[in-house]
């Protein structure tokens, strides 16, 4: 099995920074998009930023020059430099990555993190 762990989330003042982590772990033969997503209270879900395996980057609109999402390969780990915070950042992230799981045949399918929570206070 395949298994995302994310940290990192916590409580900060407006114009703070935070950094967050997502490991994935299990029978994995490679990774292709990784991504961080939130949902704040009442809001549907929405991505942030997304990587490809060679490092191409996208962003939304709301964070681009704030956040910076890099990626490790060989940890297979993905994180996400959150600077510049503001309140409307306030929401659980999500990291998601497409996984190709070791297997004859391997398989190919979209995986998600438990959620950490980020909360900006004004």
């Known amino acids: 099995q395949v298994q995302l762990v994310e940290s990192g989330g916590g409580l900060v003042q407006t ?3 935070l950094r ?3 490991a994935a772990s299990g029978s994995i033969s490679s990774i292709n998009a990784m991504g961080w ?6 809001k ?6 997304a990587i490809t395996s060679g490092g ?4 939304a609109d709301s964070v681009k ?7 490790d390969n ?33 398989s ?3 995986y998600w993190g438990q959620g950490t929570q980020v909360l900006v206070s004004s």
Not at 44 to 49: D, F, I, K, S
Not at 56 to 59: A, I, L, P, V
Not at 79 to 98: G, I, W
């Open 15 to 17: 114009g703070g920074s």
């Open 44 to 49: 549907q879900r929405e991505l942030v930023a």
């Open 74 to 106: 060989a940890k297979n780990t993905v994180y996400l430099q959150m600077n510049s915070l503001k309140p409307e950042d306030t929401a659980v992230y999500y990291c998601a990555a497409v996984i190709v799981v070791a297997g004859t045949p391997p």
């Open 20 to 22: 967050l982590s997502c």
């Open 108 to 110: 190919v399918s979209d």
């Open 56 to 59: 191409s980057t996208n962003y």
């Open 65 to 71: 020059g704030r956040f910076t999402i890099s990626r």
């Open 37 to 42: 997503y939130r949902q704040a209270p009442g």
